[in-house]
């Protein structure tokens, strides 16, 4: 596709059920990043793809939080039992590669609300 | 360990006067830098970054950036400000060593007055 798309755009979850947010790169992008993105505040880096491994998971928060990502391509980013502090906007971005040096291309966000 | 400091959280300015958002980083190796913006409802966009090479990069919309080793800073500015600059500003710190994890500034919060 032309750029990084997302989805869903919003979701709204009870507290304890489990979420499933996509994230397909930009075709070619062996390098891809999930972060989030609490109101009014910065990027909090969440974990990073090279491939499909993912040689750092530090940035996840918690062991309800994993991700995956098959074919080079599409990543899936699972929340587990969500609690209320999970709302965010969650943010995928892809690059060329993962060396530090290219630009990150982000997609749109998925919008998630706990209640 | 890298970190990055936006000095400011609001900076507001009246629209054809210079801007300057300031950013101070921390790094164990040498850095990348980049500036992103976001509109409001719109996804980030890279802005310019330093990788390197001059240290005084240009990027889009008449903005420039000078990356200070001896400062460890890297200032956004731009010489006249367009009611279409209102936005959030973010500053991002690379490694080019190790881990290659990107690290975000705060973000400083351009408001621009007609």
């Known amino acids: 596709g032309a750029g990084v798309s997302q989805s869903p755009s919003n979701k709204v979850t009870e507290k304890g059920k489990d979420v499933e947010l996509r994230c397909d790169p930009i075709s070619g992008h062996t390098a891809l990043y999930w972060y989030r993105q609490r109101l009014g505040q910065g990027l909090e880096f969440l974990i990073y793809?090279?491939?499909?491994?993912?040689?750092?998971k530090s940035g996840l928060p918690s062991d309800r939080f994993s991700a995956e990502r098959t074919g080079e391509s599409v990543s899936t980013l699972t929340i587990q039992r969500t609690q209320q502090e999970d709302s965010a906007v969650y943010l995928c971005?892809?690059?060329?590669?993962?060396?530090?040096?290219?630009?990150?291309?982000f997609g749109p966000g998925t919008r998630l609300l706990v209640l | 360990a890298q970190s990055v400091t936006q000095l400011d959280s609001h900076v507001s300015v009246s629209e054809g006067t210079p801007v300057l958002l300031r950013c101070n980083y921390s790094s164990s190796y040498s850095p990348s830098l980049f500036w992103y913006v976001q509109h409001p409802n719109k996804g980030l966009q890279l802005l310019l970054k330093?990788?390197?090479?001059?240290?005084l990069v240009k990027g889009i919309n008449g903005f420039e950036a000078e990356f200070k080793k001896s400062e460890t800073s890297f200032h956004l500015t731009k010489p006249s400000a367009h009611m279409s600059d209102a936005a959030e500003y973010f500053c991002?710190?690379?490694?080019?060593?190790?881990?290659?994890?990107?690290?975000f500034g705060r973000g400083t919060s351009l408001i621009v007055h007609p």
């Open positions: 971005a892809s690059s060329l590669g993962g060396q530090g040096q290219e630009t990150q291309y």
């Open positions: 793809f090279q491939g499909n491994s993912a040689p750092d």
């Open positions: 330093y990788t390197s090479a001059a240290t």
């Open positions: 991002v710190v690379i490694p080019t060593g190790g881990s290659y994890i990107p690290t």
